[in-house]
């Protein structure tokens, strides 16, 4: 009952609220709540900023609502991670195989709780760490293999990972050291000037600034 509460809790953005009143979705979000209370938090305001980059760049109707969900369900392949890996300064070789897998097992997670899931949305959540070098993981895709609607949400998912409180770094990054590092990893330049442009988002305990 309290995590039901949570999740409709007053001033949260409407598309949520809307999004949650499907079993699937609901299901898997009470699921990300419960595993940790920042991964929902973070799950929110990624898709807020995710939003408002699709909306400056022009998606709308169906591609603008699947940017959305995947932003919101991108780290839902996490809720099978130790607790203690959340707290970890320093990684493992092990440890790094299992973050490295979490992409994957979010759409496993997306078509066990939600099986009419958009396709479009499973490719986001498993697309969300690849990056335009041919870097990223699972699978070391470039620049012209990743979908667009991946590249916003791996593009804010690094932005607001930077930003935002951590446990296992002293501080955070400021908002134009955050901006750098998005350039400096290659993500496109309209994407990063539409992240520049945005104010500051506030969800629960996750500060965007």
């Given at each position: 009952?309290?995590?039901?509460?949570?999740?409709?809790?007053?001033?949260?953005?409407?598309?949520?609220?809307?999004?949650?009143?499907?079993?699937?979705?609901?299901?898997?979000?009470?699921?990300?709540?419960?595993?940790?209370?920042?991964?929902?938090?973070?799950?929110?305001?990624?898709?807020?900023?995710?939003?408002?980059?699709?909306?400056?760049?022009?998606?709308?109707?169906?591609?603008?609502?699947?940017?959305?969900?995947?932003?919101?369900?991108?780290?839902?392949?996490?809720?099978?991670?130790?607790?203690?890996?959340?707290?970890?300064?320093?990684?493992?070789?092990?440890?790094?195989?299992?973050?490295?897998?979490?992409?994957?097992?979010?759409?496993?997670?997306?078509?066990?709780?939600?099986?009419?899931?958009?396709?479009?949305?499973?490719?986001?959540?498993?697309?969300?760490?690849?990056?335009?070098?041919?870097?990223?993981?699972?699978?070391?895709?470039?620049?012209?293999?990743?979908?667009?609607?991946?590249?916003?949400?791996?593009?804010?998912?690094?932005?607001?990972?930077?930003?935002?409180?951590?446990?296992?770094?002293?501080?955070?990054?400021?908002?134009?050291?955050?901006?750098?590092?998005?350039?400096?990893?290659?993500?496109?330049?309209?994407?990063?000037?539409?992240?520049?442009?945005?104010r500051e988002v506030v969800v629960g305990k996750v500060v965007g600034v």
């Amino acid at each position: 009952m309290k995590n039901a509460l949570i999740l409709h809790r007053p001033g949260l953005p409407g598309w949520l609220a809307k999004m949650l009143k499907h079993q699937g979705p609901n299901r898997l979000a009470v699921q990300m709540l419960a595993w940790h209370e920042m991964l929902y938090y973070h799950a929110i305001a990624t898709a807020v900023y995710a939003e408002s980059v699709g909306r400056a760049l022009g998606f709308v109707g169906e591609e603008l609502e699947y940017l959305i969900q995947g932003a919101f369900f991108h780290d839902c392949g996490k809720i099978c991670w130790p607790s203690a890996l959340l707290d970890k300064r320093e990684l493992g070789e092990e440890d790094r195989r299992l973050v490295h897998v979490h992409p994957i097992a979010g759409v496993y997670y997306i078509r066990e709780h939600w099986p009419d899931a958009p396709e479009l949305v499973c490719r986001i959540v498993k697309e969300h760490h690849e990056r335009p070098d041919g870097s990223g993981y699972p699978n070391g895709l470039k620049d012209g293999d990743i979908h667009p609607l991946s590249v916003i949400v791996a593009a804010v998912e690094v932005f607001m990972a930077l930003i935002e409180h951590r446990p296992y770094r002293d501080k955070s990054f400021t908002r134009a050291e955050a901006l750098a590092e998005l350039e400096r990893q290659g993500f496109p330049g309209e994407v990063v000037r539409v992240l520049a442009d945005i104010r500051e988002v506030v969800v629960g305990k996750v500060v965007g600034v």
